[in-house]
């Protein structure tokens, strides 16, 4: 008769508690910061576009960059986090950094004298490459937070790492805010300068694992310093072993393909990013164009819009682990609500407040950032640490298909809105000017003529002390639509020749702007609905470690 197995636990590492707490906070901060610094050469882009359409790179050409470098992104994010659930986050995140931002660089240096279409190719060519190299940013942070941090906090842990979404981008748009006056090429080429020291930093800060550097699991360190007592030592080396002897591919398979709650995320991640990606990708482009603000305010109201979403990502987070005791799903039901209706009053204010613009803009990113934010968190806590970076990579390639209608769609739907209302511009412009429509100096005379338009509307809408300074750049703006209409009809203007080409390309720029942009505004409502109702049919999802701690504290209390 063989004698019974006797379960040895294993003895606590000899490193101590203060140094595991020091490397739980220098994981969480140091993937944070590296994570903003990604963001500095991800939307980069999106201040330079403005500059591009100028040169004559169209807003489909545009748009198309952005679909091929979001779909691709998701791909990367996916194949990079089954990879990156084997590897050390330390060299996996700061390689891509440094490669994110040399893609920047490359697209910085692109010369204008080589013509709008060559000038396309090569940023499309390098921004594509971005696009995968980017996936090496997100994987590597989910799989540290689910190593370093117990399930139980997860919820504030997550939230508190996601507001590097919210710096990244908010800081980025200042920044270029102040850059782009320089030149479209300096908002790829600052951020990239200060990424690559970013990926310095990064390989500094991260480590792997707790366990390959002398700690005790995560789970067993929680319970033994701020749960209800001690927890069995062998039991996390059991795990351990069990997860080694399943194989990558049959956890993949056990815990994210046959999940069916992995799938509802997926599609709900979906429709988030399409509001998330509409407007951080166009903001600063549907503002000046559909709201009549001007570009530097445009890139501060998308920074507030950021910014603002830190605080939803912050609250969400403590509703997740406090309020709904774990359920991620339920607190992105009550955001996408939220979404719905700030997303609708910026759909039908039809109102050139900076400020109303401004405000609706940043209670839209109040509610988008949270289910955002809690998506990957809900999504690693159910599949659990076997498959934590390979499930948030599933999420994240569903949002990023999202730039199938974010990206090229949205540049085909206000282009092919606004293309009859552009080229009925264009033949009274020429008519008024007495020249042929397809005379090469007519787009210079319009986009002056549209340039007087938002430069005396600004001026006629200030406030007393910034009157005069604008009045003088409306007079500025008067004085290039004449030189351009000398150049272009070869004799001395007639007097009110400049007011009629103004207030007629004026009026038909309002047509344009009415044509286009409220169909994209009102697609944000709709989607924000269809996430609401995802996450509705899986309100009550948690992840197992939660359901089988709350099982056996039932079972001890019957």
Same mark, same amino acid.
């Given at each position: 008769?063989?004698?019974?197995?006797?379960?040895?636990?294993?003895?606590?590492?000899?490193?101590? =508690?203060?140094?595991?707490?020091?490397?739980?906070?220098?994981?969480?901060?140091?993937?944070?910061?590296?994570?903003?610094?990604?963001?500095?050469?991800?939307?980069?882009?999106?201040?330079?576009?403005?500059? *591009?359409?100028? &040169?004559?790179?169209?807003?489909? +050409?545009?748009?198309?960059?952005?679909?091929?470098?979001?779909?691709?992104?998701?791909?990367?994010?996916?194949?990079?986090?089954? %990879?990156? =659930?084997?590897?050390?986050?330390?060299?996996?995140?700061?390689?891509?950094?440094? *490669?994110?931002?040399?893609?920047?660089?490359?697209?910085?240096?692109?010369?204008?004298?080589?013509?709008?279409?060559?000038?396309?190719?090569?940023?499309?060519?390098?921004?594509?490459?971005?696009?995968?190299?980017?996936?090496?940013?997100?994987?590597?942070?989910?799989?540290?937070?689910?190593?370093?941090?117990?399930?139980?906090?997860?919820?504030?842990?997550?939230? +508190?790492?996601?507001?590097?979404?919210?710096?990244?981008?908010?800081? &980025?748009?200042?920044?270029?805010?102040?850059?782009?006056?320089?030149?479209?090429?300096?908002?790829?080429?600052?951020?990239?300068?200060?990424?690559?020291?970013?990926?310095?930093?990064?390989?500094?800060?991260?480590?792997?694992?707790?366990?390959?550097?002398?700690?005790?699991?995560?789970?067993?360190?929680?319970?033994?310093?701020?749960?209800?007592?001690? @927890?069995?030592?062998?039991?996390? @080396?059991?795990?351990?072993?069990?997860?080694?002897?399943?194989?990558?591919?049959?956890?993949?398979?056990?815990?994210?393909?046959?999940? %069916?709650?992995?799938?509802?995320?997926?599609?709900?991640?979906?429709? &988030?990013? @399409?509001?998330?990606?509409?407007?951080?990708? %166009?903001?600063?482009?549907?503002?000046?164009?559909?709201?009549?603000?001007?570009?530097?305010?445009?890139?501060? +109201?998308?920074? /507030?819009?950021?910014?603002?979403?830190?605080?939803?990502?912050?609250?969400?987070?403590?509703?997740?682990?406090?309020?709904?005791?774990?359920?991620?799903?339920?607190?992105?039901?009550?955001?996408?609500?939220?979404?719905?209706?700030?997303?609708?009053?910026?759909?039908?204010?039809?109102?050139?407040?900076?400020?109303?613009?401004?405000?609706?803009?940043?209670?839209?990113?109040?509610?988008?950032?949270?289910?955002?934010?809690?998506?990957?968190?809900?999504? /690693?806590?159910?599949?659990?640490?076997?498959?934590?970076?390979? /499930?948030?990579?599933?999420?994240?390639?569903?949002?990023?298909?999202?730039?199938?209608?974010?990206?090229?769609?949205?540049?085909?739907?206000?282009?092919?809105?606004?293309?009859? @209302?552009?080229?009925?511009?264009?033949?009274?412009?020429?008519?008024?000017?007495?020249? =042929?429509?397809?005379?090469?100096?007519?787009?210079?005379?319009?986009?002056?003529?549209?340039? *007087?338009?938002?430069?005396?509307?600004?001026?006629?809408?200030?406030?007393?002390?910034?009157?005069?300074?604008?009045?003088?750049?409306?007079?500025?703006?008067?004085?290039?639509?004449?030189?351009?209409?000398?150049?272009?009809?070869?004799?001395?203007?007639?007097?009110? +020749?400049?007011?009629?080409?103004?207030?007629?390309?004026?009026?038909?720029?309002?047509?344009?702007?009415?044509?286009?942009?409220?169909?994209?505004?009102?697609?944000? &409502?709709?989607?924000?609905?269809?996430?609401?109702?995802?996450?509705?049919?899986?309100?009550?999802?948690?992840?197992?470690?939660?359901?089988?701690?709350?099982?056996?504290?039932?079972?001890?209390?019957?």
């Amino acid at each position: 008769m063989s004698s019974p197995q006797v379960q040895i636990a294993t003895p606590r590492p000899a490193r101590s =508690d203060s140094q595991y707490e020091y490397w739980r906070w220098r994981i969480l901060f140091g993937t944070m910061i590296g994570y903003i610094f990604f963001y500095f050469v991800r939307k980069s882009i999106t201040m330079a576009m403005p500059g *591009l359409e100028e &040169v004559g790179v169209t807003k489909t +050409t545009l748009g198309l960059f952005l679909t091929i470098h979001g779909v691709l992104y998701g791909v990367s994010r996916f194949v990079n986090g089954i %990879w990156s =659930d084997r590897v050390n986050p330390r060299y996996f995140m700061s390689i891509g950094l440094f *490669l994110a931002a040399s893609t920047n660089v490359f697209c910085g240096i692109a010369p204008e004298s080589i013509g709008s279409t060559k000038l396309a190719w090569v940023i499309g060519t390098f921004w594509i490459i971005n696009g995968w190299v980017q996936g090496m940013g997100f994987p590597p942070c989910a799989k540290s937070l689910t190593h370093w941090f117990a399930p139980r906090e997860h919820g504030v842990k997550f939230a +508190t790492w996601n507001i590097s979404h919210s710096l990244g981008a908010g800081l &980025v748009f200042i920044l270029n805010s102040f850059v782009v006056g320089f030149g479209w090429h300096y908002c790829f080429l600052v951020p990239a300068a200060l990424s690559m020291s970013g990926a310095i930093f990064l390989f500094w800060a991260l480590r792997d694992a707790p366990e390959k550097e002398g700690f005790e699991p995560v789970e067993q360190y929680y319970e033994r310093t701020r749960g209800k007592g001690d @927890v069995a030592e062998a039991a996390p @080396v059991a795990e351990a072993e069990s997860e080694k002897d399943a194989g990558w591919w049959a956890n993949l398979c056990e815990h994210v393909f046959s999940n %069916w709650a992995i799938w509802v995320l997926c599609w709900a991640n979906f429709f &988030v990013y @399409v509001v998330r990606f509409s407007i951080l990708d %166009w903001a600063p482009t549907f503002l000046t164009q559909a709201k009549g603000v001007d570009l530097k305010a445009a890139g501060w +109201t998308t920074a /507030s819009y950021e910014i603002f979403g830190a605080f939803g990502i912050i609250l969400s987070g403590f509703m997740m682990d406090k309020l709904f005791k774990g359920r991620g799903a339920k607190t992105c039901f009550y955001y996408m609500l939220g979404c719905a209706a700030a997303a609708f009053l910026f759909w039908k204010f039809n109102s050139e407040s900076l400020v109303l613009n401004a405000l609706l803009m940043s209670l839209i990113g109040f509610f988008i950032y949270g289910p955002q934010c809690l998506i990957g968190c809900v999504a /690693s806590t159910v599949a659990t640490k076997k498959a934590a970076a390979a /499930s948030s990579g599933l999420t994240g390639l569903f949002g990023y298909l999202s730039t199938l209608v974010t990206g090229l769609g949205v540049g085909v739907l206000v282009d092919s809105a606004t293309a009859p @209302v552009k080229a009925e511009r264009d033949q009274t412009v020429a008519a008024i000017v007495k020249i =042929d429509v397809e005379n090469e100096n007519l787009p210079a005379i319009v986009k002056a003529a549209e340039g *007087l338009f938002d430069a005396e509307r600004r001026a006629a809408n200030a406030k007393p002390e910034k009157a005069e300074a604008l009045q003088a750049k409306a007079e500025k703006a008067r004085t290039a639509l004449a030189e351009q209409l000398a150049d272009a009809t070869g004799f001395v203007v007639a007097e009110g +020749t400049v007011d009629k080409v103004k207030e007629t390309a004026g009026a038909e720029r309002a047509k344009i702007a009415e044509a286009g942009w409220p169909r994209v505004f009102g697609m944000l &409502v709709i989607s924000s609905l269809i996430a609401a109702a995802l996450f509705a049919s899986i309100l009550n999802l948690r992840s197992p470690e939660l359901v089988r701690a709350e099982e056996e504290a039932k079972a001890k209390t019957a």
